[in-house]
């Protein structure tokens, strides 16, 4: 069982349509991270949330980190083709700035 | 973007044999990492280092040892691969102030196969 669930594993979508990427934990994390990873390439840092309850945007996407700090959740408006990627929620666990990944969300945005 | 290279980017090995893979740093960052990314589990923390020759495990070690002699360069070497290590390699690093301090900066990936 991994420490970060994600769902859904995958979606396929319709550009313009709305979506929602969810991150789910028994566990309490001080704060928690998105990332974004294009084909071919590595994961590229988007946002990280802090403060239960906290509500970050970034253009069309919105993050928030729920209120007891164990789960958090990705809204992207009017996807767009460039939105396609794979989405994954990441949690620093441990000394050493060690990161733990989510499981991962596979978005594919059509015209 | 931070200056991080991997080599090789693609590999097909055998069964049996060893393989190194390098991790090149030109940021300075103390902390470097190797991931392994495989469908369904997102990326998996296989090794870490916290300085030249200070090393630790991650939570999927076996079969993996690293070595970091100095601070630019981090290899991860399968000292007998198996089909098992089929995957999707990235390393990354982390600093230790300001935005390199919460943010890991990430390789472009080695894949390799092991038939």
Redesign the interface.
Known sequence: TQLLEQSPQFLSIQEGENLTVYCNSSSVFSSLQWYRQEPGEGPVLLVTVVTGGEVKKLKRLTFQFGDARKDSSLHITAAQPGDTGLYLCAAFTGGGNKLTFGTGTQLKVEL | DAG?TQSPRHKVTETGTPVTLRCHQTENHR?M?W?RQDP??????IH?S?GVKDT?K??VSDGYSVSRSKTEDFLLTLESATSSQTSVY?C?I?GTSGRS?????????TRLTVL
Do not use: K, M, T, V
């Open positions: 991080i902390y990492y991931y369904g589990h997102g990326l998996r923390l870490y916290y630790d991650g939570e990235f990354a982390s301090y919460n943010e890991q900066f990430f390789g472009p990936g």
